[in-house]
C-alpha cells in the first residue's frame, strides 16, 4: 500500500513541474534567445562603427561620423552641423547602394 502511495505522489510532483519546465523551454527559445542574438549583433554593429560610416539614430537623424570614442559619436549632418550623441544612440549603419545608371 506505500508503495503505491509513494509512486503515485512522485508522478503528481512531475505532472505540477512538467508544464512550467515546457513553459520556460518555449520561453526560452521564442523570446530570451532571439533577443540575446538581437543584442549580440547591436553590440558586434557598434564595436565596428569607424570614421566616414554614414548612420542613422534612434531618433531617425541621418549623419556621417566625423568623430568616434568608446561612448560618444560626433555625426556631421548637412554638411554644415556637427551633433554630439552617446554611442548607443546609433541604430544602424546605412550601406551604400551603388545603383547601375544606364
Given at each position: 500500500m506505500f508503495q503505491y502511495a509513494a509512486a503515485n505522489q512522485s508522478s503528481s510532483i512531475l505532472g505540477l513541474v512538467?508544464?512550467?519546465?515546457?513553459?520556460?523551454?518555449v520561453f526560452?527559445?521564442?523570446l530570451i534567445r532571439?533577443?540575446?542574438?538581437?543584442?549580440k549583433t547591436?553590440?558586434?554593429m557598434l564595436r565596428a562603427l569607424k570614421k566616414g560610416d554614414k548612420v542613422v539614430?534612434?531618433?531617425?537623424?541621418?549623419?556621417?561620423?566625423?568623430?568616434?570614442?568608446?561612448d560618444?559619436?560626433?555625426?556631421r549632418v548637412?554638411?554644415?552641423t556637427k551633433l554630439t550623441f552617446d554611442r548607443g544612440s546609433i541604430s544602424h549603419?546605412?550601406?551604400a547602394k551603388v545603383e547601375d545608371k544606364e
Open positions: 512538467g508544464p512550467f519546465v515546457l513553459m520556460f523551454v526560452y527559445f521564442l532571439p533577443q540575446q542574438k538581437k543584442t547591436r553590440n558586434a539614430t534612434i531618433g531617425g537623424l541621418h549623419g556621417t561620423i566625423m568623430e568616434i570614442s568608446d560618444i559619436v560626433v555625426l548637412n554638411d554644415v549603419a546605412v550601406t
